[in-house]
């Protein structure tokens, strides 16, 4: 998986709130690489689109509040990863979800190994 923001800021709220998640102090976690990419997805799920998620069942909206990291901990697999590999398991290669760190933003969560022949995922500024 690779978990990219629709804008720099977004991204380094989503860092450093991983960062908190994980009781990791600040100053470990930053400085932090932002790169840019181009990215050709074929399939993408939108889940921040009202018609998608009335068409998935409004249980949906719930989802980002649950405790995933709790799960994980208990030895469960949380409902968005179910889902996620369900998705991955019908050929979507992506989904476009709402930011858990900032309100209004978006991210995209592309699953690699699901990227059909005709998909681009390039990133740029690594060196």
Known sequence: MVYLSETPEAALSEQLAHARRHRTPVHFALPAVIAWGRIDLLRVLDLTEDSVIDRLGNEVRLWAN????????????????????????????ALRVPSAAVARAVNLVVHVDALDPGSRLEAHGLQ
């Open 66 to 93: 649950s405790d995933w990291q709790a799960d994980n901990e208990s030895g469960l697999e949380c409902i968005t990863q179910s889902f996620g590999q369900a998705a991955i398991e019908r050929g979507i290669e």
